[in-house]
């Protein structure tokens, strides 16, 4: 069995996969139920002063027949006191002292308010502290959350005061509701964050009904923008980590959060750069004991790609994402039929002839119906083996060119020096 202990800026945890702070962590018994499952560690629902939530706060978006793809809620930070919160903290480390809490603050942005709560919860013996500056919805509406995690200055100024008082690791929580990830990444690392942990939630609106015409959720006949999750987010959120991962400015660990379902997601995450894996829609949707299958197929993929650890896997595959100006524009992919698998549903056909490049054929032989691709035409775009419904009908397949390798930016580089 690999071992899939990881150490993320000096927090251990018997396994990558943390529940994210969010309604599945509001609780000492949550958490105990969770680390009973099987999760490493936990990062408590975001701490402050207690807030009054409304009634309805959450909405799901179902697409093509599969429930919650995508989720979205208006949920605030902890309705309880914080008195009730630490003393479970404290009950839940001693019950369970090997796996990870992560104390999840967000208060004003004061210094003496961030010096006071930092003091208040690591003396319940937490094992780090993760910023919310990522919540976009209610509390940046108070000047917290992302209204302070959308100002690279104030997310330095903050880490900064949180590491003057801090005696554990801090890690910063970033909002995705911005142009540039990487500069606000770099900015909590200039106050001195420990790691980083990214994606908070999306600003969204999860739909209308058209009957009453209300927003989906409402609360007595208003609405109001949410934050968006679940694995609709995923592309999104695994792009950000590996933006931060393969940043020059950046060297702390990274917890990658956003639409992780299962193992192979959180191996995606780990190969782009990310230590360790927070999860929260999934758990909503299947309950706690899904971190079982996450941790019986990350050992197994482990083991069949003859790695010994899973922190051997982090950041694997950070070098191999760059910029589209590097890539090289004379490889060469078509498209290839196995009319022996092919049911003629004609999908790869229609799309190519409408929407991508028109080199599918049709054709008959022998009186049966086939397709054909004429490679000439070709450019590889992918867009028939995506449509295509069976697994096999349609590969893609490497050409050897006959050109050079060059990408976009040595092509500049020649035309540039050609021209003087």
């Known amino acids: 069995m690999a071992d899939l202990r990881i150490d993320l800026a000096g927090i251990k945890s018997p396994n990558p996969f943390w529940l994210a702070s969010a309604p599945p962590t509001n609780s000492g018994y949550q958490v ?7 999760w490493g560690g936990a990062v408590w629902k975001t701490l402050g002063e207690p807030i009054l939530n409304v009634s309805s706060r959450f909405a799901a978006v179902s697409y093509n027949g599969q429930r ?21 903290i404290y009950e839940t480390k001693k019950r369970f002292p090997q796996h990870a809490i992560i104390a999840s603050l967000m208060v004003e942005p004061k210094q ?14 937490v094992d780090g502290l993760e910023l919310n500056f990522g919540c976009p919805h209610g509390m940046a509406e108070r000047g917290m959350g992302s209204a302070s995690g959308q100002v690279p200055e104030l997310v330095e100024k903050q880490t900064y005061w949180v590491k003057e008082a801090a005696r554990t690791p801090v ?25 980083i942990s990214m994606i908070n939630t999306i600003n969204s609106l999860a739909g209308v009904d058209l009957d009453t015409w209300n927003t989906v959720p409402h609360v007595a006949g208003k609405g109001a923008h949410g934050g968006y ?36 997601d959180a191996a995606e995450f780990i190969l782009m750069g990310a230590t360790g894996v927070q999860v929260c829609t999934a758990a909503m949707h299947h309950g706690f004991s899904i971190v079982e299958d996450m941790i019986d197929g990350l050992n197994n993929y482990l083991d069949d790609k003859g790695i010994a650890s899973v922190m051997d896997l982090v950041g694997r595959s950070v070098s191999r994402y ?3 100006g590097n890539l090289d524009l004379n490889y060469k992919i078509v498209a290839e039929i196995n009319n022996d698998v092919c049911i003629n549903c004609n999908k790869c056909h229609i799309a190519c002839e409408d929407t991508s490049h028109q080199c599918i054929d049709l054709y008959t032989e022998n009186g049966v119906a086939k397709l054909k691709v004429r490679e000439e035409d070709c450019v590889g775009c992918n867009l028939c083996s995506i449509v295509c ?10 050409r050897k060119s006959a050109i ?3 990408t976009w930016n040595e092509r500049q580089l020649l035309m540039s020096s050609l021209s003087k």
């Open 32 to 38: 105990q139920r969770a680390f009973e499952a099987g």
């Open 68 to 88: 919650v793809a995508g989720f979205n809620n208006i949920e605030l930070i902890t309705d309880r006191p914080l008195e009730v919160n630490l003393k479970e």
């Open 112 to 125: 003496e308010k961030w010096h006071e709560i930092v003091k208040r919860v690591e003396d319940v013996g």
């Open 171 to 195: 890690i910063v929580k970033l909002t995705p509701n911005i142009t540039d990830i990487t500069v606000t990444a770099e900015a909590a690392t200039r106050g001195g964050a420990d790691a």
């Open 229 to 264: 999750c679940g694995p609709a987010v995923k592309p999104i959120a695994l792009n950000m980590v590996a933006e931060c991962a393969r940043s020059q400015h950046m060297n702390v660990p990274i917890s990658g959060i956003g639409g992780i379902s299962n193992w192979q």
């Open 322 to 324: 760059s910029d589209w």
């Open 389 to 398: 419904p069976v697994d096999g009908a349609i590969t893609m397949v490497e």
């Open 404 to 406: 050079a390798p060059m």
